[in-house]
């Protein structure tokens, strides 16, 4: 039986068998001409970097794999460094999300709903009284809490798929338990009008992409656009006046025509959040948005960048911001066919020649950030 097998590594492998047929897409997926593969094996360029998925799978791997990464998850928590069974649960997690059906799979949903649920329990039972804790929820979606104030970036409830999304009544409790929302922009993985409406019905500001939502009557008038600056420091009050949110918002852009406010968030405690919403530089010439991003370490000490993990030329974006740890954001964005729904296996292949504490987490988890301050240096 050995003999075919040795014979072929002797002869030059597999060049000797007839050529593989390509790839067919999952579902109606159309691959673009710029997309389109290099290699049989995969069915589009984008999905070169990660282990080919399966088009579809039985229940019983779904719902064994997925119990299986919540194990691994609630026993390994996110830490820097990372246990390297976290890994393995995240790329497992890319998987199962990379089936084609994977929306609209119940086990999937149950499983998103639940880390939701146990998320909202948890956000509702922590007291911070030193250094801040931030919860990433779904895509960019998170919340920071300080001693003093908690806030939160890009919250949506999920998918429009019924069943992926966080039931209403979840994502009022979610509401509750935040003082102000910041919005990056007007993409509806970022924003939305069923949370920002839970927000003004709590009378708490919503600071958001210049001009979101503007003709509608509901909103007009009751949302703070910032002008985009890299150099204006806004203040909010929240808690009913009681402390103040300071913020830049900085005029990014998710390729030329969409702007995207990327903001950095100043806690009362001088605690600093950067969150990229979905920065995309389109270009790299002068006056583009690298410029200013290539400055915003000199005039702000950022403590915890949170960016979309797929932005182009990521390692630039921290090295400008030069912040004490990364989280990243925006994988496995559901709404996007599959070879757009960026994997937590990139994220490990793009931030790994990044110098910086990377933390890559999933819906629901948390992670405990506190300052480190750097040692005084002096002759004895
Ligand atoms: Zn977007
Ligand atoms: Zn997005």
Redesign the pocket.
């Known amino acids: 039986m050995l003999r075919p097998l040795v014979f072929l590594a002797l002869t030059g492998g597999l060049s000797a068998l007839p050529a593989l047929s390509q790839i067919v897409p999952p579902g109606k997926v159309q691959v673009p001409d710029d997309e389109k593969p290099s290699k049989p094996f995969v069915w589009s360029e984008r999905r070169l970097l990660t282990a080919p998925e399966l088009f579809d799978a039985p229940d019983e791997w779904v719902d064994r794999s997925l119990q299986w990464v919540d194990f691994i998850l609630a026993n390994y928590h996110p830490s820097i460094p990372e246990h390297p069974l976290r890994r393995a649960a995240l790329i497992r997690l890319d998987d199962i999300l990379h089936l084609e059906s994977a929306p609209r799979n119940q086990l999937v949903q149950k499983f998103y709903v639940n880390r939701m649920r146990r998320a909202i329990e948890e956000i509702e039972q922590t007291k911070v009284v030193s250094g801040m804790r931030i919860w990433k929820l779904y895509n960019c979606g998170f919340l920071v809490r300080t001693p003093t104030v908690s806030y939160v970036f890009d919250i949506v409830p999920g998918l429009s798929i019924p069943g992926f999304a966080v039931p209403p009544e979840l994502m009022e409790r979610l509401v509750k338990q935040a003082d102000a929302h910041f919005i990056s922009?007007f993409?509806n993985?970022?924003a939305n009008q069923s949370v920002v409406r839970l927000f003004l019905a709590q009378d708490k500001p919503v600071i958001a992409a210049e001009g979101l939502w503007k003709n509608l009557p509901e909103f007009a008038g009751k949302l703070i656009y910032p002008q985009r600056s890299t150099d204006i420091v806004h203040s909010v009050p929240v808690r009913g006046g009681s402390q103040t949110l300071k913020f830049v918002a900085y005029p990014g852009h998710?390729g030329a025509p969409?702007l995207?406010n990327l903001h950095l968030v100043i806690s009362p405690e001088g605690f600093s959040v950067l969150q990229t919403?979905?920065q995309w530089n389109d270009e790299d010439k002068p006056g583009s948005d690298f410029d200013w991003i290539a400055q915003i370490g000199r005039q702000h000490k950022v403590d915890v960048l949170l960016p979309n993990a797929w932005s182009r030329e990521v390692g630039r974006i921290v090295r400008g911001v030069n912040p004490q740890l990364v989280i990243t954001s925006h994988e496995n964005e559901m709404s996007h066919t599959v070879d757009h729904r960026e994997d937590y296996t990139q994220t490990y292949t793009r931030f790994w020649a990044v110098p910086y504490p990377l933390a890559v987490m999933t819906w629901g988890e948390s992670y405990h950030f506190h300052r480190v301050e750097a040692p005084k240096l002096g002759l004895r």
């Open positions: 922009h993409h993985d970022h998710q969409v995207n919403g979905d």
